[in-house]
T-cell receptor, first 111, second 115 residues
Framework: GNSVTQMEGPVTLSEEAFLTINCTYTATGYPSLFWYVQYPGEGLQLLLKATKADDKGSNKGFEATYRKETTSFHLEKGSVQVSDSAVYFCALSGNFNKFYFGSGTKLNVKP | SQTIHQWPATLVQPVGSPLSLECTVEGTSNPNLYWYRQAAGRGLQLLFYSVGIGQISSEVPQNLSASRPQDRQFILSSKKLLLSDSGFYLC??????????????FGPGTRLTVL
């Protein structure tokens, strides 16, 4: 079946630190992979996506590479800002475009 | 451009009362529609999805139901709320063309508290 596993949070970093949030998946077929971000009290916003192996999704300084050999889609950013504080969700898409989400990783960035 | 609306934004209901949450999408036709629940500090649980009018698939057994009376309207209901129904309810849509490679677009959510 389909499932996504994310690293447990919260992750606390100082401003300008390097960020990695690990995401691994189990899937049947060839899913697309996504990272979403949720700010307090809001819905989810798409951060980036990758539709096939070796694709790199990028947006707002964040990037993630679809690694089929390691079934991973780790989120990275070279220099985080206080405004990046949010909850980040990794997801994969299955039949009928049903999404399978990880449990979310809360990121706290301190000035 | 496409937009997705949910209402109400917040709701406080007593145990045993009925529930109706509404979601509408503008600017697209024949979308796939989804209801999720997010418990406090937890991930998202897919409750229902719909690929067309009157076509509803349930992902988890519970006392909630969903209906899609119009192409771009998705309703989440309950006849009698339980305490465990409290949470943040999110509606989402995706385009049908492109299969499983389309992103989902989320509404602003409804915060439901059952007392």
């Amino acid at each position: 079946g389909n499932s996504v596993t994310q690293m447990e949070g919260p992750v606390t970093l100082s401003e300008e630190a390097f960020l990695t949030i690990n995401c691994t998946y189990t899937a049947t077929g060839y899913p697309s992979l996504f990272w979403y971000v949720q700010y307090p009290g809001e819905g989810l916003q798409l951060l980036l996506k990758a539709t096939k192996a070796d694709d790199k999704g990028s947006n707002k300084g964040f990037e993630a590479t679809y690694r089929k050999e390691t079934t991973s889609f780790h989120l990275e950013k070279g220099s985080v800002q206080v405004s990046d504080s949010a909850v980040y969700f990794c997801a994969l898409s299955g039949n009928f475009n049903k999404f399978y989400f990880g449990s979310g990783t809360k990121l706290n960035v301190k000035p | 451009s496409q937009t997705i609306h949910q209402w109400p934004a917040t709701l406080v209901q007593p145990v045993g009362s009925p529930l109706s949450l509404e979601c509408t999408v503008e600017g697209t036709s024949n979308p796939n529609l989804y209801w999720y629940r997010q418990a406090a500090g937890r991930g998202l649980q897919l409750l229902f999805y719909s690929v067309g009018i009157g076509q509803i698939s349930s992902e988890v057994p519970q006392n909630l139901s969903a209906s899609r009376p119009q192409d771009r309207q998705f309703i989440l209901s309950s006849k009698k709320l339980l305490l465990s129904d409290s949470g943040f309810y999110l509606c989402a849509w995706s385009a049908t063309l492109g299969g499983s490679h389309n992103e989902q677009f989320f509404g602003p959510g409804t915060r439901l508290t059952v007392l």
